[in-house]
């Protein structure tokens, strides 16, 4: 079966239309320049008894105003708790559906829907849905970075927080389908020794750190150590200290005090808590193919502080989805909160 093929370009098919984009960028520029942002987000949040849930992939002004910042799997397990009436989630279009699916009943609000994910956007429902067909018998695994139609054809959702454990917890001779991330998936293998089908998809952001120029700057920095998201290249992981999801990432830099270097292959917005938790650390981004040398997810940074205070101001734009897509992408949700209870507890700010 023909793949869709790699494409640098952000694009999400949950994108209502270019003219709300337009609409969007247009109300952005129509924002009073003396209005104090901060203020005003914290006084809409009191007056929407509203949480801001933010992930680590966001600036940072945006991680210092949220109520909880963290991994796809604390996110989740924080929509999942919260009382709050209404859910701004700064994160990627399929982070803020995983919260509506988990509270049907709530607003959920994303500051701009276009912020998509290429994991998910490369891995379109119908297609994939066409593809298990030739896996009967086998328990469908996927990413939480998939669209709640894809969700809602799995079995079990994992993060990179709890794919290990989660796979570790079925019968050793239980066929599995993995998607959509290949690197995560072959990396879950090596750590269970379990075979998996894998659905040949990636993250644009994670898949260009560069194993040779990595190996250079670690060569100039021997005292330092790499710790990588599994969302990278095996090439770049088989160099590794360490791997786990940003919140693991973040655990490891926090613990391991006597290491006063770090060479970090993942999204550079996870550098803002790093720094705060160790002040005394040098951190180096692990370098790219090409380009710039900071690896900046295109899709997280399409929500900004002004896009906040509009989707707050205007309760706008609101994550929907059809009620039987939802019932079915709940199952597999609710299993993995359910199979991963055990792992992270909710992640407060600043923990
Ligand atoms: P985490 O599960 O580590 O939050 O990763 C999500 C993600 O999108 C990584 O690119
Ligand atoms: Fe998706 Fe990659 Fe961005 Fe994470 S960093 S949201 S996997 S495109």
Not at 28 to 50: M, S
Not at 235 to 258: N, P
Not at 293 to 318: F, G, V
Request: aromatic share 6%; hydrophobic share 40%; with cysteine.
């Amino acid at each position: 079966m023909q793949l869709p093929t790699a494409d640098t370009t952000p694009q999400n098919p949950a994108s209502e239309s270019a003219g709300q984009e337009m609409d969007l960028s247009v109300r952005v520029r129509q924002i009073d320049p003396t209005l104090d942002l901060i203020e005003e987000i914290k006084r809409l949040k009191h007056e929407l008894n509203a949480v801001i849930l933010a992930h680590y992939y966001q600036d940072d002004e945006i991680q210092d105003l949220a109520d909880h910042v963290g991994d796809s799997l604390a996110l989740a397990q924080a929509a999942a708790n919260t009382d709050a009436d209404v859910i701004v989630f700064c994160g990627v279009h399929f982070m803020a559906e995983t919260a509506k699916i988990i509270n049907p009943d709530k607003p959920v609000l994303l500051p701009d829907l276009d912020a998509g994910c290429s994991l998910a956007d490369r891995c379109p429902a119908d297609l994939y849905g066409e593809w298990l067909k030739q896996y009967p018998n086998h328990t469908v695994i996927n990413y939480i970075n998939s669209s709640a139609a894809v969700k809602a054809l799995s079995d079990i959702i994992v993060t990179s927080s709890n794919a290990v454990d989660i796979v570790k917890q079925l019968p050793a001779d239980q066929p599995i389908v993995f998607g959509p991330d290949r690197h995560l998936g072959r990396w879950v293998e090596g750590q269970t020794g379990k075979k998996m089908v894998l659905w040949n998809g990636f993250c644009i952001v994670h898949e260009q750190f560069n194993a040779r120029r990595l190996a250079a700057l670690k060569a100039e920095y021997p005292a330092a150590q790499i710790i990588a998201h599994p969302e990278c290249e095996e090439a770049v992981l088989a160099q590794a200290d360490f791997i786990g999801s940003t919140l693991a990432l973040l655990k490891y830099v926090q613990t391991h005090t006597e290491q006063k270097q770090f060479i970090v292959a993942t999204e550079v917005g996870i550098l803002h808590q790093m720094k705060r938790a160790r002040p005394d650390a040098e951190f180096l981004c692990s370098p790219p193919n090409s380009g710039c040398n900071c690896a900046s997810c295109p899709y997280m940074r399409l929500n900004t502080i002004e896009k906040l205070y509009l989707c707050m101001r205007d309760r706008h734009p609101e994550i929907v989805m059809d009620e039987a897509t939802r019932l079915r992408a709940l199952l597999p949700v609710q299993r993995m909160l359910e199979m991963s209870q055990h792992l992270a507890p909710v992640q407060q700010k600043g923990d």
